[in-house]
């Protein structure tokens, strides 16, 4: 399991190197986020496939309905035993039963090995999952940020922090990848940290 960082080494970095964002941790702080267990890893991913282009009543809907064929934690080799038939009369569509099919044979037959997650970077860990079909770079991003309480992560595609960081900054546009990369950088190595500080804001709204 991966370790929960000591986000107050990152609020006073933030206070001291970031004054924009110093009334935010003021406000907000501490950041209750806590590493997730490894034994969550597949159902958190799982849940990322499913969810997809759905309203989250209607994703977690069909999340329940899965732990109810599944057994709660899901492992990956219960989703392989459920015959296609059944997934399809909850509720899920071909394509998305076909990834999560996937998913859950690249853990069984070891192609992804999450036991390592915690001895990889960011990079080798995106690296690994975009190889899964279903699994696009804001859950991705969201994974290591959440479950994972990586600290340096920059979700450049979520679309609530891309707005909350032009409000704060009085930005003409919604910044693009690059535009963020580079406004971000003195955040390092607690850019994860601010990203949470920028959320609980657009939450207070």
């Not at 057994?71 to 998305?96: R, S, T």
């Not at 915690?118 to 991003?141: A, F, P, Y």
Request: with cysteine.
């Amino acid at each position: 399991m991966c370790q929960t960082p000591d986000w107050s080494a990152g609020d006073l970095y933030l206070r001291e190197n970031v004054p924009e964002l110093a009334p935010l941790v003021e406000k907000y702080s501490p950041c209750p986020l806590r590493a997730k267990p490894q034994s969550d890893y597949f159902t958190i991913l799982l849940t990322g496939i499913v969810s997809q282009q759905l309203p989250p009543d209607v994703s977690q809907s069909l999340m329940q309905k899965l732990e109810q064929l599944a057994g709660k934690p899901i492992m990956p080799q219960a989703i392989l035993d459920i015959p296609e038939e059944k997934l399809l009369a909850i509720g899920l569509v071909k394509q998305k039963i076909d990834y999560l099919t996937a998913f859950a044979n690249a853990i069984t037959s070891g192609r992804i090995v999450m036991e390592n997650f915690v001895n990889m970077t960011d990079s080798q860990i995106t690296k690994q999952l975009l190889q899964v079909r279903g699994l696009g770079q804001w859950t991705i991003e969201m994974f290591l940020l959440l479950a994972l309480c990586r600290t340096d992560v920059v979700p450049t595609a979520d679309f609530i922090f891309k707005k909350e960081l032009q409000q704060l900054l009085g930005l003409a546009a919604v910044p693009k990848r690059g535009q963020i990369n580079q406004i971000t950088e003195p955040w390092r190595p607690w850019r994860s940290l601010a990203v949470w500080y920028l959320w609980q804001h657009a939450n207070n709204k």
